[in-house]
């Protein structure tokens, strides 16, 4: 049964930086596109950050561009999102996620399997 599991989230100044982890379990994970969604109070769930399977290609929300990294370990089934540059307008529940096969991000939809959540918070 495929697992991911997302760690690192928690509360920092604006202007600082976390990293967030996702390892995931139970999946061929090379055969996955991996993305970072993040939902804020009262707001749907969007896409924030997505890489492809080698980690060649990435893609970033407009509004994350030049401040977050999403990275892939393929030998440690893990995925990461390193956040530089936190605004408060960042805070949320941030999610893995996994789409088989090829995807330019997309909606959760189009996604097979989800984390549980870690949170982010950023103060002002």
């Known amino acids: 049964q495929a697992q991911l599991v997302e760690s690192g989230g928690g509360l920092v100044q604006a202007g600082g930086s976390l990293r967030l982890s996702c390892a995931a379990s139970g999946l061929s994970f090379r055969s996955y596109f991996m993305g970072w969604f993040r939902q804020a109070p009262g707001k749907e769930r969007e896409f924030a950050a997505g890489?492809?399977?080698?980690?060649?290609?990435?893609y970033y929300t407009d509004s994350v561009k030049g401040r977050f990294t999403i990275s892939r370990d393929n030998a440690k089934n893990t995925v990461y999102l390193q956040m530089n540059g936190l605004k408060p307008e960042d805070t949320a529940v941030y999610y893995c996620a996994a789409h088989y096969g090829v995807i330019r991000g997309g909606p959760p939809r189009d996604y097979n399997y989800w984390g549980q959540g870690t949170q982010v918070t950023v103060s002002s």
């Open positions: 890489i492809n399977w080698s980690g060649g290609s990435t």
